[in-house]
């Protein structure tokens, strides 16, 4: 079993910045993937970035191409989401997760957090 737990969320303007941090307990998260989603009010839960074990691969969303960048800390049992050039429509509860494939599939992730808020606004 692995625990998540989410924080760094808030309010904040366009164009600003956030940093989303994702604590992993239990099982040693080095042998998992590790993915970052986010859930709009009324919308599915959508894909926004993944980095597999070592920290070497990544892949991110179109929609925030550029602006945001995914990384972990094996280490530390850490994952990290760093958002910039913040817009409205970044506005959603993000989630990590952990899973065993390189997949931008939520449906192949095994643990999920409780979710962090992020508002966009001014």
């Known amino acids: 079993q692995v625990q998540l737990v989410e924080s760094g969320g808030g309010l904040v303007q366009p164009g600003g910045s956030l940093t989303l941090s994702c604590a992993a307990s239990?099982?040693?998260?080095?042998?998992?993937?590790m993915g970052w989603f986010r859930q709009a009010p009324g919308k599915e839960r959508m894909f926004v970035a993944l980095?597999?074990?070592?920290?070497?691969?990544?892949s991110t969303a179109e929609a925030v191409k550029g602006r945001f960048t995914i990384s972990r800390d094996n280490n530390k049992g850490m994952g990290y989401l760093h958002m910039n050039s913040l817009k409205p429509e970044d506005t959603a509860v993000y989630y990590c997760a952990a899973g065993y494939s390189f997949s931008r599939n939520v449906f192949d992730y095994t643990y999920w957090g409780q979710g962090t808020q992020v508002t966009v606004s001014s």
């Open positions: 980095i597999n074990w070592s920290g070497g691969g990544t």
């Open positions: 239990g099982r040693t998260i080095s042998t998992y993937v």
